[in-house]
T-cell receptor
């Protein structure tokens, strides 16, 4: 079956612009996670959805970051007024069934110039 | 102190040898432990998970967990050049949310 998909794979934007990153989880997975990975570091948690609601958004760095999952499937991570420090790979993962095992998508590499 | 600690490496082993990757964690409430492999430019790929103290084997991989010592390790037997990658340790405190806390990863190099 299909794994987690993310679009776009690469996004280059200018400082101050708005970007949207999309995640399509594994079919049937109710849990969806966003992480951010900077070069040479492990992924860092941003936000977790269980169904349509954000169960934990404690990892969002500030109010420029927002994420939605309106129908409990696809999720969009939104970043306003991008800054150069937002440049990273944004990873989405989903989990479901009887385990808490998370499966990652290919990521979106965001570059803010 | 980081919540999940790994030696960044690189750890260099010859082909056919056993590679031993180690991870310590600070949250005693951690309940689930995962090892992910990440090739350069790719996303993390799940290798193994372990929930209980002791060893868990899957092919050439063995995960070891010692909750009293807050220590989890991954052994790779008969290492192959294709095993060369960064290995990420991740822990999950299911009672504090389901997010994973990752270590910084250990870079493994298997030399032919």
């Amino acid at each position: 079956g299909a794994g987690v998909s993310q679009t776009p794979s690469n996004k280059v934007t200018e400082k101050g612009k708005y970007v949207e990153l999309r995640c399509d989880p594994i079919s049937g997975h109710t849990a969806l996670y966003w992480y951010r990975q900077s070069l040479g570091q492990g992924p860092e948690f941003l936000i977790y959805f269980q169904g349509t609601g954000a169960a934990d958004d404690s990892g969002l760095p500030n109010d420029r970051f927002f994420a939605v999952r309106p129908e409990g499937s696809v999720s969009t991570l939104k970043i306003q007024r991008t800054e150069r420090g937002d440049s990273a790979v944004y990873l989405c993962a989903s989990a479901g069934g009887s385990t808490d095992t998370q499966y990652f998508g290919p990521g979106t590499r965001l570059t803010v110039l | 102190q980081k919540e999940v600690e790994q030696n960044s490496g690189p750890l260099s082993v010859p082909e056919g040898a056993i590679a031993s990757l180690n991870c310590t964690y600070s949250d005693r409430g951690s309940q689930s432990f995962f090892w992910y492999r990440q090739y350069s430019g790719k996303s993390p790929e799940l290798i193994m998970f372990i929930y209980s103290n002791g060893d868990k084997e899957d092919g050439r991989f063995t995960a070891q967990l010692n909750k009293a010592s807050q220590y989890v390790s991954l052994l790779i037997r008969d290492s192959q050049p294709s095993d060369s990658a960064t290995y990420l340790c991740a822990v999950n405190n299911n009672n504090a949310g389901n997010m994973l806390t990752f270590g910084g990863g250990t870079r493994l190099m298997v030399k032919p």
